[in-house]
């Protein structure tokens, strides 16, 4: 029979938590309530307005201007996207200690999938991993407009956060350029799984002529998808059962050893 867990000591984390619902999202304001309420030191930096679905989006256009003030003691509001907030808080706010780990969310809707790519809270924690410092990505599934389950995953991440504070060995709380995709169920089944990233499209988009607003206007449209996802035990898969999803990225889009071989083999006789 095994012996209990020990209990873990677990040493307060420098947290940098950002969301791409804006600073003053109420589930960022509860989970930075939760987090430091665990004992945890966090300082927000978050764009000023919803900046939903755009990815790894940042502000390069240099010589140009980018607002950012600190709207209470440790929270900042920053006019760009969530990858600005970080870049901004990393160079500027945490200039000389970095944070021991970046939190982006949570955010009202799944990022599982291709949706991935486009969210604005995974850009964030990717954008972490370009400088050098683990992050967690957070996201909840909804039933229609509603969270049911957002109390609930608040929760979650704090233990979540907890659990690697109190399991990270060599002083590292995750493995080297280490993001982890984490999307909480409208209604848990409770299990917590461990998923590939799906590639699916969940929603996609339709554009439909809208001349009641202009000439060369379109709306843009939500269109479902119907078909599973083609990757076993996917993210997408997995959370639409009820679990927890937990799915490791590091933010690189580099292709397969098999297929950058296969590639090599085709193209590279190729002269300039």
Known sequence: MGSPARAQTIAPLRILLTTDDGYNAPLLQQLRKALTKAGHHVTVVAPVDDSSGIGTSINIKFGTTL????????AWAVEGSPVDAVAFGMSTIFQDVRPDLVVSGPNEGENVAALANHSGT?????????????????????????????????????????????????????????????NYPAFPAGEVTFARLGTSLPISTSYVPAAEVCATCYR??????????????????????????????????????????????RLGTLTP
Request: aromatic share 4%; net charge neutral.
């Open 67 to 74: 607002k950012a003030a600190e709207m209470s003691p440790g």
């Open 220 to 265: 843009i449209l939500p269109v479902f998808s119907t078909t599973p996802d083609p990757v076993a035990a996917s993210d997408r898969t997995l959370l639409a059962e009820g679990k927890v999803t937990i799915t490791p990225l590091d933010g690189s889009w580099e292709a397969d050893p098999k297929v950058f071989t296969l590639v090599r083999n």
């Open 122 to 182: 995974v850009g964030a924690a990717i954008a972490a991993l370009a400088i050098g410092v683990p992050s967690i990505a957070v996201s909840i599934a909804k039933d229609g407009s509603s969270l049911p389950s957002a109390p609930k995953a608040v929760e979650f991440t704090v233990r979540l956060v907890n659990r690697v504070a109190a399991t990270a060995s060599n002083g590292g709380l995750l493995p080297p350029r280490t993001a982890l995709n984490v």
